[in-house]
């Protein structure tokens, strides 16, 4: 059974740190990324990472303060947050793609069809 498990959520003043995590388990996969929502919004694309970590991309809201990583031997990929600002604030979803048979940079990863898996979602509050 495939699962997608994140972790690491909670309240944080702004300035803050936070790391978030995803297992996953079930199976290995290609590209993962984490988005984002809001109470009231839509699911936004947050960050992306390619099956050999060799390539990152970011929502320009949070590029320079978040960084997404991977560790294949774990299966789990990490998104460390930092300088949280007041609208961070929102449920954090991971993703995976199981793979399509072609090159990340020819796939938007900013784009949720793009997955196969999403967790269950962690909460983000920060606190001004």
């Known amino acids: 059974q495939v699962q997608l498990v994140e972790s690491g959520g909670g309240l944080v003043q702004a300035g803050g740190s936070l790391r978030l995590s995803c297992a996953a388990s079930?199976?290995?996969?290609?590209?993962m990324g984490w988005f984002r929502q809001a109470p009231g919004k839509e699911r936004d694309f947050v960050a992306a990472i390619s099956g050999s970590a060799g390539r990152q991309d970011y929502a320009d809201s949070v590029k320079g303060r978040f960084t997404i990583s991977r560790d294949n031997a774990k299966n789990t990929v990490y998104l460390q947050m930092n300088s949280l600002k007041p609208e961070d604030t929102a449920v954090y979803y991971c993703?995976?793609?199981?793979?399509?048979?072609?090159?990340?940079?020819?796939?938007?990863?900013?784009?949720?069809?793009?997955?196969?898996?999403w967790g269950q979602g962690t909460q983000v509050t920060v606190s001004s």
């Open positions: 079930g199976r290995t996969f290609y590209a």
């Open positions: 993703a995976a793609d199981r793979g399509k048979g072609i090159a990340y940079s020819l796939i938007d990863y900013t784009s949720l069809p793009s997955y196969d898996y």
